[in-house]
């Protein structure tokens, strides 16, 4: 079963615009997980908040966490064409490793 | 930097076939994961593997096996390959306890079944 539910599904905003995603989930967390995926290519690993962290910076990126409303937010700023990518969320569901991720978002930077 | 690779990146089979689909890393990682992607349904794991000889059901394992003989290669198995398992096959690996650790993936494999 899915964990995630990013919002929206597709996204496509011009060059140096802010692009911001959503993810729902519906259990709680220890923590969340933000990846990206080039067409054709594997995921890779952006950014990791913990359940008692409200906010994280990495570069370009901000993603919030809000365990009240289980929802996070990630915030790509000044876009540019080399984020064209899909984007996922994942959820630790319990035991070892195990994440799940959510369907992702699809966004294209226009240059 | 981790290096996960797939053997193949396209593969084509026909119905009935025994599949093999191999992963190797190159990091000591302890954790190994195969994943299938389908449009709009994202990622769905099948299996994962925590240690030599180990392997746990994810949410989609029938149809399925995994071999994990030494600790860098994670072997995924179609014993009877079907068309409804046509899709994208993406491997990862992980170090340590626990679900903080990042995934790392491979490339993926394409996987057609006829």
């Known amino acids: 079963s899915q964990q995630g539910e990013e919002d929206p599904q597709a996204l496509s905003i011009q060059e140096g615009e802010n692009a911001t995603m959503n993810c729902s989930y519906k259990t709680s967390i220890n923590n969340l997980q933000w990846y990206r995926q080039n067409s054709g290519r594997g995921l890779v690993h952006l950014i990791l908040?913990?359940?008692?962290?409200r906010e994280k910076h990495s570069g370009r990126l901000r993603v919030t966490l809000d365990t009240s409303k289980k929802s996070s937010s990630l915030l790509i700023t000044a876009s540019r064409a080399a984020d064209t990518a899909s984007y996922f969320c994942a959820t630790d569901s319990g035991g070892y490793q195990k994440v799940t991720f959510g369907t992702g978002t699809k966004l294209q930077v226009i240059p | 930097d981790v290096k996960v690779t797939q053997s193949s990146r396209y593969l084509v089979k026909r119905t009935g076939e025994k599949v093999f689909l191999e992963c190797v890393q190159d990091m000591d990682h302890e954790n190994m994961f195969w994943y299938r992607q389908d449009p709009g349904l994202g990622l769905r794991l099948i299996y994962f593997s925590y240690d030599v000889k180990m392997k746990e059901k994810g949410d989609i394992p029938e149809g399925y096996s995994v071999s994990r003989e030494k600790k860098e290669r994670f072997s995924l198995i179609l014993e009877s390959a079907s068309t409804n398992q046509t899709s994208m096959y993406l491997c990862a690996s992980s170090s340590g306890q626990g679900s903080y650790q990042p995934q790392h993936f491979g490339d993926g494999t394409r996987l057609s079944i006829l």
């Open positions: 908040i913990r359940s008692n962290e």
